[in-house]
């Protein structure tokens, strides 16, 4: 059965090539995760965000996730626009092409 993370969830485990998906999440900035999807990352012109693109691990599946600095999930989809707007109110500059 495949579950996938929501918003809300905590961001959980999931092992990279290189490490493990928690190692990112380590300090007092948002990560914003392509897994599995070919979407298109906004420009982050924000420095309190940090990027990763590779595969989605079996626990998220396939999608774009940003993670607050707690390490919960506070957006997840596909839709580039609802994470711009989600990030808004935040204060993050997800929106630059």
């Known amino acids: 059965m495949h579950r996938r993370r929501r918003s ?3 961001s959980g485990a999931g ?5 493990r998906l928690f190692d990112l999440f380590r300090g007092p ?3 914003l995760l392509a897994l599995g999807t070919d979407t ?9 965000v940090r990027t990763y693109r590779g595969p ?5 599946g396939p ?3 940003l993670v607050r600095p707690d390490g919960c999930i506070g957006w997840a989809g ?3 626009a609802g994470l711009a707007a989600y990030a808004e109110p935040l204060g993050l500059d997800l929106t630059s092409a």
Request: glycine letters at 12%; zero cysteines; charged letters at 15%.
């Open 63 to 65: 999608g774009l996730f």
């Open 29 to 31: 900035h948002f990560t």
């Open 40 to 48: 298109a990352l906004p420009a982050v012109a924000d420095a309190s």
């Open 8 to 10: 809300g969830s905590g």
């Open 78 to 80: 596909e839709d580039p």
């Open 56 to 60: 989605a691990p079996e626990a998220y």
């Open 15 to 19: 092992h990279l090539r290189h490490g």
